[in-house]
């Protein structure tokens, strides 16, 4: 038998000693969300359910597997700063990293700033904040871009992508694009392969040539003008002789 198997060791009692305090120790679990608290008395909070069972030993001896209590309350975490944040559609069943503070976070919470403990507990269950976007394998996210940054959804059909090696932004977006601002600027040339639909009216200038260039027909409904002359079906010319011949400009 080896001598450290002995009761009355005390390196083995020291090891067990140490054993059970680590074990009541929380540094970090991943989670499942239950539940997300968008606003209310608990703003961006999250109820989480830890996916890691525990072994418990029963009086008898026996060891048995149970689940850890469901974590509620717990802030959730969006990337943030200097007045801009990132948020996403937090859903139950989606899988995050909840993280344990060493001290009761409690009072900072509810009031921000610098507080006192409202509670003398450490690295305990109660003091989870949980970090989005840690997955299992089985969930792990298909078609990860090797060369550009993506804003994407899960299936990866809508986009929005920098590449720092082309230096272009690419959206892809099947439902449509809506852009809302009083006024948006494109400092150089703008391409439309599909069709262009304008319901407030269009103004163009140019500092030199032709402010726009149309190649193909072009079908309007209604009354045109150019230099304040109507230019439709009913504008006619004066001093016009019937003839083969063209008028020449009209005044």
Partial sequence: MDRRERVDDPEVALREAFDGLRAGVWTALPGIVQAFSGGGDFPLTCAVQP?????????????????????????????????????????????????????CIDAWWQSGGVQEQAELRMHDLSDGFVLLGFRSKPRALAGVSGAATQLRSEDGSTYIEMNPTLQKVKIVAPGGFDVVAPLSTFSAAVTITGLLTFVGGMVGSAVSGAAATINGVINFV???????????ETHTHNGVQPGSGNSGNVN
Avoid: H, W, Y
Wanted: hydrophobic residues 40%; contains cysteine; positive net charge.
């Fill in 222 to 232: 209604g009354q045109m003008f150019a230099n304040g002359k109507r230019v439709d």
């Fill in 51 to 103: 996916a890691i069972r525990i072994p418990v030993r029963n009086i008898d001896g026996t060891v048995v597997s149970v689940a850890l209590p469901l974590l509620v309350d717990c802030p959730v975490q969006f990337p943030s700063g200097g007045n801009c944040t990132l948020t996403f559609p937090v859903k139950p069943g989606d899988e995050c990293l909840v993280v344990f503070a060493s001290r």
